[in-house]
């Protein structure tokens, strides 16, 4: 007796299909606008690293991108950050919020280091953080979106600690009807000047 192969296989696929469990509907994640920081404030303690900052006492500081970058967000962004991670889509979209990054410092030149991690950088000026010098600057991420940075190397001069923050653009004509994307502002600068401000190496 002979089979006949092709039936055999759409017998197989229709039963395969017939007890597949219906997929589920993917979570909704909240929506809103970033919440206002509050006056109040918090410390920060990263014992690893051996600093501390102050943050808004209803933002979060949350661990993310293989816990290479702390980042603080505000309660909205937060509820966002917790959804895409039940969802297990944490690298999908992140929300927006003030990152704290540290990474191996590769060069004794300040300068140097920022440019090993971000190839276009605009230097605006030399500041002290925490009795660091520090190099305020704009940089763009992978996806071309434009940041404020500051960078400046730990006291152990291993690591290079980043922190910054997304900044707001605008869609605009020019003159020839061309479309041209212009910064407008600093997005959650308050929160970015108190941790900057705030920033203390404990040991």
Sequence with gaps: ???????????IGILILCHQSP???????????IEEASEET???????????????????AV???NNSVISILDPISYEIFQCLVRRREPGHYFPSGVNVE???????????AIQEEY???????????SR???ILYLYKDPHSEPYLGVSFAHPNRRH??????????????????????????????DVMKLITSTFKFTD
Excluded: H, W
């Excluded at 509907?25 to 606008?33: K, S, Y």
């Excluded at 918090?42 to 979060?60: K, S």
């Excluded at 290079?160 to 600093?186: C, H, K």
């Design 132 to 134: 660091q010098k520090s």
């Design 23 to 33: 997929a589920k509907a993917a979570e909704p994640c909240p929506e809103g606008a």
């Design 63 to 65: 661990l993310a991108f």
């Design 102 to 112: 540290i990474k191996q410092l590769k060069y004794d030149n300040l300068l140097d």
């Design 42 to 60: 918090r410390t920060y303690l990263n014992t690893e690293y051996e600093f501390t900052f102050e943050l808004p006492a209803n933002y979060r």
């Design 1 to 11: 007796m002979k089979f006949n192969t092709k039936l055999l296989i759409s017998v």
């Design 119 to 129: 190839d276009d950088i605009k230097a605006i000026r030399t500041i002290s953080i």
């Design 160 to 189: 290079l600690i980043t922190i910054s923050v997304p900044i707001e653009v605008e869609l605009i004509s020019n003159s020839q009807g061309q479309d041209e994307v212009v910064p407008t502002d600093v997005m959650l600068k």
